[in-house]
């Protein structure tokens, strides 16, 4: 299967009693990325409601495309520029974490370490707070990865009376309070302002200030919504690292920035480069306030960062459910059927069955 699955690109089989089409060549995995058709999510996606809600992972359709329209003023390069200063505020204190414990640097979980830093910039720069305990969400996080590879837990009547399921409530719980007080905060901030973002504002602002003025200007954003988000902004994009591999928000950040260090720690010449390169452009001087500008200049840097997120990509995967797929399977397959036409009966008058399995072979088209 694996095999095949490298030379031909494609692969199906049955996950319980669901069939499953893998795609791995990048031409094929186009037309599913390009295609309306593959909107749809599949059910690994339906665990992760009970904390993210209908955010931008597990929404889909109208309301999909509602809410990302919403959010795309706040999704921009330039907005990172107005926290430039709290982005190496939290850098430079795990700089100095890792100089006061030299000993500690012998066998580094970098993992760890760049999720924490990310989570925290993040968690300043969108919800104004400047540290929160992981402890909480690990814990949902662990226990839906366990559910998934459990299939009597995959029931929520049974899940639910689990210590698993009770832990997991109990998380999901603390996370939605710790976030609606964080938005709570910011209508209470942004109502004893006058100036704040109205209507869909054409400016980059900080993602909570547009939630909650898209909120105070009745623009059908719920208080249930923001929340949806903002779990699904922060949290999803940062820890989602032990649930389903195919979500959208595997850690992306902090996952990155971890294999990004392991590899140029194989890699001795690649760092001297890109030492030369920081310290030309930059200069030496470890805060890197006022390097908004200057970061596009490192393109040696730039190069070196896709090329590890090539090897080692954040989002190795995702999941849809196919609707409409002859018109692309057949632009790069010839089908050749292995099954005689006398094989196929109807049953019940609209159903074709056949008496023996429907066996094809895919061949690759050059």
Same mark, same amino acid.
């Given at each position: ?48 409601? *009970?904390?993210?809600?209908? *955010? ?14 919403? =959010? ?34 012998? /066998? ?9 830093? +990310? ?14 305990? %992981? ?6 996080? /662990? ?17 639910? =009376? ?34 704040? %973002? ?29 929340? /949806?988000?903002? #779990? ?5 994009? +940062? ?11 595997? /850690? ?23 030492? #030369? ?38 989002? %190795?995967?995702?999941?849809? #459910? =196919? ?28 159903? =074709? ?14």
């Amino acid at each position: 299967m694996t095999k095949s699955y490298r030379k031909e690109g494609l692969m199906i089989y049955l996950n319980g009693t669901s069939p499953f089409l893998g795609v791995y060549k990048a031409e094929l995995v186009g037309e599913v990325l390009s295609s309306p058709s593959f909107a749809e999510k599949l059910y690994p996606y339906n665990y992760l409601e *009970g904390w993210l809600g209908k *955010g931008l992972i597990t929404s889909k359709g109208s309301l999909w495309k509602k809410h990302r329209r919403l =959010l795309t003023p706040s999704f921009h390069f330039k907005i990172l520029g107005e926290f430039e200063s709290a982005i190496s505020d939290h850098v430079s204190h795990l700089i100095e974490t890792m100089k006061k414990n030299p000993r500690d640097l012998l /066998d580094v979980d970098l993992s760890k370490w760049a999720i924490d830093c +990310t989570i925290n910039v993040l968690l300043e720069i969108v919800m104004g707070v400047d540290h929160v305990g %992981p402890k909480e969400k690990q814990e949902y996080i /662990d226990n839906v990865g366990l559910r998934l590879y459990k299939p009597w837990n995959l029931i929520d009547a049974c899940y639910d =009376l689990t210590p698993d399921g009770k832990t997991y409530k109990r998380a999901v719980a603390k996370s939605r309070a710790f976030t609606v007080k964080a938005i709570e905060r910011k209508i209470q901030e942004l109502k004893e302002h006058s100036e704040r %973002p109205e209507g869909r504002p054409s400016r980059k602002i900080a993602f909570l200030d547009l939630l909650v003025g898209l909120y105070l200007d009745g623009e059908q954003l719920s208080i249930e919504e923001m929340i /949806d988000e903002v #779990e699904t902004f922060i949290f999803a994009e +940062t820890r989602l690292r032990n649930t389903y591999p195919m979500s959208q928000g595997h /850690d992306t950040t902090g996952r990155a920035i971890a294999w990004a260090l392991f590899q140029l720690g194989h890699l001795p010449n690649i760092q001297k480069q890109l030492r #030369e390169e920081f310290v030309s452009i930059l200069g030496t001087n470890s805060a890197c306030v006022g390097a908004n500008e200057k970061l596009k200049e490192l393109k040696y840097f730039d190069r070196v960062l896709k090329e590890c997120m090539r090897l080692y990509p954040s989002v %190795p995967g995702f999941c849809r #459910e =196919l609707r409409v797929v002859l018109v692309n399977i057949l632009r790069n397959f010839e089908i050749r059927s292995k099954a005689p036409l006398e094989g196929i009966e109807m049953a019940e008058e609209i159903v =074709l069955r056949p008496k023996r399995a429907l066996a094809v072979d895919f061949i690759r088209l050059e």
